[in-house]
């Protein structure tokens, strides 16, 4: 789910109407994409399928204050506060084509002590040719990586049987419509 926060403020006087106070909302969680290109060459070419992407011990639960300032103004400011993750990293996986992961904000840096909880994401991918399938996982692990607020994280990753690039991105969180129709959500090919 994704949440937002914003801050305004109205003045009536006595014996006037009201009218709308404007809101501009801001996202306090990260959203982390992955977009996927196989290296599929041609007729007698492996076929090379991305079956899914799956985000391991990203923190996707916690608890966030939002502070007003100046509120008695007519220009109040707001502030996100610290993020409160009471509860252990969790795996989640997401299936390619979907829209991605939110996150909660937060600097990841890879530790390697025995047994470390390190920020990765692992693809599992098929490639078949001449009638047999083989399926692999390959997991990337983060060094570091700081993952702001209202900010989409873009991987795109490219599968061919020689290699596996990853090419991220950063950009701000740009609000989209709900018909993926349109063409405006990072779908992978």
Request: glycine letters at 8%; one cysteine or more; charged letters at 15%.
């Amino acid at each position: 789910y994704d949440v937002m926060y914003a801050v305004g403020n109205g003045i009536k006087a006595d014996g006037q109407t009201t009218s709308d106070v404007a809101l501009t909302f801001q996202h306090a969680l990260s959203w982390i994409n992955f977009t996927v290109t196989c290296g599929n060459s041609g007729d007698g070419a492996p076929a090379i399928t991305c079956n899914s992407i799956t985000l391991n011990n990203a923190y996707f639960n916690g608890q966030n204050t939002v502070t007003a300032n100046a509120f008695n103004t007519t220009s109040p400011t707001v502030e996100l506060g610290t993020w409160n993750t009471t509860n252990a990293s969790v795996t989640e996986t997401h299936t390619v084509g979907n829209t991605g992961a939110l996150v909660i904000p937060k600097s990841y840096t890879k530790s390697n002590e025995a047994n470390a909880k390190n920020l990765s994401f692992t693809i599992n991918y098929t490639v078949q040719q001449g009638g047999k399938t083989f399926t692999y996982d390959y997991t990337h692990v983060f060094e570091t990586v700081t993952w702001d607020p209202g900010k989409k994280y873009t991987y795109a990753v490219t599968i061919t049987l020689k290699e596996i690039t990853i090419a991220p991105s950063v950009g701000p969180w740009v609000d989209y419509d709900a018909d993926p129709s349109d063409n405006d959500v990072d779908n992978p090919s």
